[in-house]
């Protein structure tokens, strides 16, 4: 499996406030964008998995409810995240 526990804790230690800070936005906006990394990949190779291009666009409206949050809530938090994990606006 591409996503084991033990990367999961390494997301969130990196993005969120410890490894068992799993409810943090930051957190689940990086692991959102792990998992869409991945899944853009694999629809690299397979064009017509269309099981997997639907999680990934319901992965990436997930990812940007959060950051919408992120962004009508504390503005500062929301820049960080986007400078850190690369995502454009």
């Given amino acids: 499996m591409y996503l084991t526990s ?3 804790q390494e997301i969130f230690a990196e993005h969120g406030s410890s ?5 943090s936005a ?7 964008t792990f998992r869409i990394n991945h899944l853009t990949e694999h629809l690299k190779k397979n064009r ?7 999680a990934l666009v319901a ?3 997930k990812r940007r ?7 009508n809530t504390e503005i500062n ?9 690369g995502i454009r606006k």
Avoid: M, S
């Fill in 65 to 71: 409810r959060l950051l919408d949050y992120l962004k």
């Fill in 19 to 23: 490894a068992k800070d799993t409810g």
């Fill in 77 to 85: 938090r929301y820049r960080e995240i986007i400078v850190k994990l």
């Fill in 48 to 54: 017509k998995d269309y099981h997997t291009e639907r």
């Fill in 59 to 61: 992965l990436v409206g």
């Fill in 6 to 8: 033990e990367k999961k």
């Fill in 26 to 32: 930051e957190g689940q906006i990086a692991l959102f």
